[in-house]
């Protein structure tokens, strides 16, 4: 840190392309400093490091928010000695009920403080809430496009309700705490299993099992062969592919679930694994 010339300051829940528009401005001594709520679901705690090749700072919001624009800009001097800029986004605020603004740093701060305007995507300002609404619509393509990158959660491997070996289809059942799941349903999606580097090209279910026990699932089925998963997986959401539906039957889930696996390898076929 005592080397750092360069700092962007923020939230950053989600890296997405408009958080990197702020990295970019960053030098190859720059550090990413997170102001974390604890509210972030879109890549919660250190997830948030696979997005980067910054090195990334955590300061927890209820440690700074007392704080006036004096008192941050000294504290940003004291862990970053050797400052000579700050890049912010034009929505930025801070202090005590976000009452300050890159303004603020500029009157007060003695370097460079670089202000980068609204990112747009398809004429749609790209924001995190904007990522969380997507998700909880399904959309998942847009998130996607948002993010700069495939949506992803990550959770520990429990045991299912035992009926997908025996009757149905084997899947990894997941208890994903932290992230935020998409809606309830179907979806395309690449799986990566325990440390694995690559990922299986798979089919994910999200939600109720509204045609056997009721019960919530996060499961994953993978299309090129049962793996065994020992301690956690993690799911890349790429495409949604139907809503959670009720069938009178386990024959015609069965016949579902395999119209998903159909769809979910036409649409992971040409995917870089």
């Known amino acids: ?37 604890g509210y972030a679901n879109l890549t919660p ?43 912010v986004g034009y929505d930025f605020h801070f202090g005590k009920d976000r009452k300050y603004s890159y303004d603020d740093l500029k009157n007060i701060f003695k370097g460079e403080v670089v202000v980068v305007e609204e990112v747009k995507h398809n004429n749609d300002s790209v924001h995190s809430h904007k990522i969380r609404a997507k998700l909880q619509i399904g959309d998942i393509k847009g998130a996607n496009e948002f993010l700069g990158h495939n949506y992803m959660v990550v959770g520990k491997r429990i045991d299912g309700q035992g ?50 026990d009721g019960t919530f699932a996060v499961e994953s089925h993978i299309l090129d062969g049962e793996l065994t998963c020992k301690d956690k997986a993690e799911i890349s959401f790429v495409d949604f592919i139907r809503n959670n539906e009720k069938f009178d039957s386990i024959q015609e889930l069965k016949e579902a679930i395999k119209k998903d696996i159909a769809k979910a390898g036409k649409e992971l076929k040409f995917l870089q694994l």
């Not at 923020?10 to 990413?32: N, R, S």
């Not at 997941?174 to 349903?185: A, I, Q, R, W």
Request: no cysteine; proline share 2%.
């Open 45 to 87: 705690d250190r997830f948030r490091e696979r997005y980067t090749t910054h090195r990334i700072v955590y300061l927890k919001l209820d440690d700074i928010r007392h704080l006036d624009a004096k008192g941050f800009v000294n504290l940003l001097k004291v862990k970053f000695p050797k400052l000579k800029k700050i890049v």
């Open 1 to 37: 840190m005592n080397k750092t010339t360069t700092i962007s300051i923020g939230g950053f829940d989600g890296m997405h392309i408009g958080h990197q528009a702020l990295f970019d401005k960053l030098d190859d001594k720059g550090t990413i400093v997170v102001i974390e709520t």
């Open 163 to 212: 009926l997908g070996s025996k009757e149905l289809f084997a899947t990894i059942n997941l208890d994903v705490k932290d992230f935020l799941l998409p809606k309830e349903g179907v979806y395309a999606t690449l799986t990566r299993i325990d440390d694995e580097e690559h990922y299986h090209p798979s089919v994910s279910f999200i939600g109720h099992r509204v045609s056997t």
